[in-house]
């Protein structure tokens, strides 16, 4: 059974920096893509970020340039290292991946950042 478990999220003020971490089991996740998501309150789930098995990346453009997406595929995790935060980038970050038809999400981590 996949199963992702986020966790480092917490309380930041603007400017500060989180990294988000997401741990998989059930399979070995080398060869997938993974992404991380966001909602806000009142607001679509959005995706942040995404990394491919070889490692290429894709950023949104709201946190291009401050966010960085990473994996490292002996502990079958992914990160997300977020700088210079801002009160916009408040949500709930989840941790995704797609393995032929089945969707697995994380239960995700709250991420605040004060102004």
């Known amino acids: 059974q996949v199963q992702l478990v986020e966790s480092g999220g917490g309380l930041v003020q603007a400017g500060g920096s989180l990294r988000l971490s997401c741990a998989a089991s059930?399979?070995?996740?080398?060869?997938?893509?993974m992404d991380w998501y966001r909602q806000a309150p009142g607001k679509q789930r959005e995706l942040v970020a995404t990394?491919?098995?070889?490692?290429?990346?894709y950023y949104a453009d709201s946190v291009k340039g401050r966010f960085t997406i990473s994996r490292a595929n002996t502990e079958n995790t992914v990160f997300l290292q977020g700088n210079s935060l801002k009160p916009d980038d408040t949500a709930v970050y989840y941790c995704?991946?797609?393995?032929?038809?089945?969707?697995?999400w994380g239960q995700g981590t709250q991420v605040t950042v004060s102004s």
């Open positions: 995704h991946v797609r393995i032929d038809l089945l969707h697995a």
């Open positions: 059930g399979t070995s996740f080398t060869m997938y893509t």
């Open positions: 990394i491919t098995g070889n490692g290429r990346t």
